[in-house]
């Protein structure tokens, strides 16, 4: 699991949904240095991928490389936060890549392909459920457009994408085949 540490002032985020890669999520325009990743899914017909900065633990992009359809299930009503909210763009804990001395490319990542992503799509709305066993406590806002969900110990258990249009919802769609 990913533990948000803290956050600070909100940054431009871009977020693309396009009928190739379902959703693509960048979080800091200029990245120059090499992105650590926290890649999660059921090693098969999922994939999410977190490029967090090895310097100061920002998420730098969030990328929905690929979902099973099995479990992407369209919401008919409306969908409303429910929970608390904190303000911010968040910073993750670095401690699960610090022992990580070499600088072998492999080491760069970490891994959960033990978990099954879910997806609810809502008129103007796409949640990826990561944890899904997890309680839902909290929200943090970076932006009007994207949301991570926590649980009670302050990991990201969720992701909202708010604000889409019809495009985006039926590009969603068509990338996921």
């Known amino acids: 699991?990913?533990?948000?540490?803290?956050?600070?002032?909100?940054?431009?985020?871009?977020?693309?949904?396009?009928?190739?890669?379902?959703?693509d999520i960048q979080l800091v325009d200029n990245i120059n240095e090499t992105p650590l990743y926290w890649r999660i899914g059921d090693n098969e017909k999922s994939l999410l991928e977190f490029a967090i900065l090895p310097s100061d633990g920002r998420i730098a992009a969030i990328t929905l490389v690929a979902i099973n359809p099995d479990f992407v299930q369209y919401v008919d009503n409306d969908f409303i936060a429910s929970h608390e909210s904190k303000c911010g763009f968040p910073i993750v804990d670095m401690s699960p890549w610090k022992?990580?001395?070499?600088?072998?490319?492999?080491?760069?990542?970490?891994?959960?392909?033990?978990?099954?992503?879910?997806?609810?799509?809502?008129?103007?709305?796409?949640?990826?459920m990561i944890k899904e066993k997890c309680k839902l406590s909290s929200w943090v806002k970076c932006n009007n457009s994207l949301w991570f969900g926590l649980d009670n110990d302050e990991n990201i258990i969720s992701v909202l994408i708010k604000e889409l249009s019809k495009e985006d919802i039926n590009n969603f769609f068509n990338s996921i085949g």
């Open 99 to 128: 022992f990580i001395e070499s600088n072998n490319f492999s080491h760069r990542f970490i891994d959960e392909f033990n978990c099954v992503i879910k997806v609810d799509i809502y008129q103007e709305v796409i949640m990826l």
């Open 1 to 23: 699991m990913m533990k948000i540490v803290k956050l600070v002032n909100i940054q431009e985020i871009t977020i693309n949904i396009d009928c190739y890669i379902p959703i």
